[in-house]
């Protein structure tokens, strides 16, 4: 794996190509709406961005284009040929509506897109529904990633992990393995936008979680989180206390003082899907909001991530590789010169926190993350 130096370039440049979207999604960070936003940035605008990323140099950082529903924009086909011509990589995250057609998924594949992503918020029609907002919506998402997986995407599921559907995960993930899905991604509730009205789960059952995550990844799909970098602790943690992945159950809810959200949902894994069929497939590598990931708006607003509303400059005015290196935000975000227990903790770089949770609870982008459990100082979880 080629080592990147975070300081210098970003691995994943999001751009919110626009918020228009046919969706409603009650917990969306962009608070979508049906029709493009005025100020969204034209198509030579886009095109002079897409340019501009070359200036990190190579490996140059992947762009993922995204909204709202990316697929809303009539010339998103010519930005992503743009990006493609410059060798830059692209990944596409459109939603599951009437857009997302076969002759689409064709012109993304013929393009060289390499990964798409879709939401799936459930693993019944009635929870994903709830959160989508549209009737047969469910039947429509699986039956667009079986198309997608059979063109040849690498293909990621995106699940909003929240109270309404924490109890379904293990069944999400048996319909991600039927289907050949590749990365699970699990986004953990910010509250900002429609998500400021949805119930985050708590830090125990946020630790119980990630270390039911951690054993999906052992059945052959990689797991990702996003603003839970937490999660990395939990993997490392569990490399170093069972490296061949062999201990039961109740041995690691016992060794890591786990809830009882996690004995269920663990038993439930292994119910449905039996033993583990691979080694660990979990994400450790150190990325954060700020630090590896830049988020670039409908118009042309930087912000660190798509759920930390502070504004770093416009890349209308001021190149993006300049805004990523020299503001002092993110410098001060990647040398992790964080507030309580975040500064004081061994895992400050490999994790790092939650930067816009901590910002969404604090506004302080350098506080401590609060769905994060762990003490630094006793080296153990502060309950269950």
């Known amino acids: 794996m080629t080592t990147i130096n975070f300081n210098e370039r970003p691995i994943l440049v999001f751009w919110e190509s626009t918020r228009a979207c046919l969706l409603a999604c009650k917990h969306c960070r962009a608070e979508a709406i049906a029709t493009p936003m005025n100020g969204e940035l034209s198509t030579e605008e886009g095109i002079r961005f897409i340019e501009s990323l070359t200036a990190f140099g190579r490996p140059y950082p992947v762009l993922i284009v995204t909204g709202g529903d990316a697929l809303m924009r009539d010339d998103v086909f010519e930005l992503v040929a743009k990006a493609r011509a410059l060798e830059i990589p692209v990944g596409m995250a459109p939603s599951v509506t009437p857009r997302l057609t076969d002759e689409n998924i064709q012109k993304m594949r013929d393009l060289g897109v390499k990964v798409v992503s879709l939401s799936l918020d459930g693993a019944t029609a009635e929870t994903h529904e709830t959160v989508r907002g549209i009737p047969g919506h469910f039947e429509q998402t699986l039956t667009a990633l079986r198309k997608l997986v059979q063109v040849g995407f690498e293909v990621q599921v995106n699940t909003a992990v929240m109270r309404d559907n924490v109890t379904e995960l293990p069944h999400l993930l048996q319909r991600l393995k039927e289907i050949g899905v590749h990365i699970w991604e699990v986004f953990f509730l910010i509250h900002v936008g429609r998500g400021k009205d949805s119930q985050e789960i708590s830090a125990v059952e946020c630790e119980d979680v990630s270390h039911l995550l951690y054993e999906a990844s052992t059945y052959g799909i990689t797991v990702r989180t996003v603003e839970a970098p937490f999660f990395r602790r939990v993997a490392l943690e569990r490399q170093s206390f069972d490296p061949e992945n062999t201990a039961i159950t109740a041995d690691i809810a ?131």
């Open 254 to 384: 016992k060794h890591f003082h786990l809830g009882p959200l996690y004995r269920r949902l663990s038993a439930e894994l292994k119910q449905r899907l039996g033993s583990p069929t691979s080694l660990p497939k979990a994400q450790t590598r150190g990325t954060r909001d700020g630090k590896g990931i830049i988020f670039v708006s409908h118009d042309g607003t930087v912000y660190p991530a798509g759920f930390l509303p502070i504004a770093l400059g416009n890349v209308r005015q001021q190149a993006l590789v300049d805004i990523y290196r020299d503001h002092p935000t993110l410098q001060a975000i990647r040398a992790g010169r964080f507030r309580g227990k975040c500064g004081l903790c061994e895992y400050r770089d490999s994790c790092g926190g939650s930067r816009s949770r901590a910002y969404s609870y604090e506004r302080d982008p350098l506080g401590s993350d609060p769905a994060c459990n762990y003490d630094p100082l006793t080296k153990k979880l502060i309950s269950i």
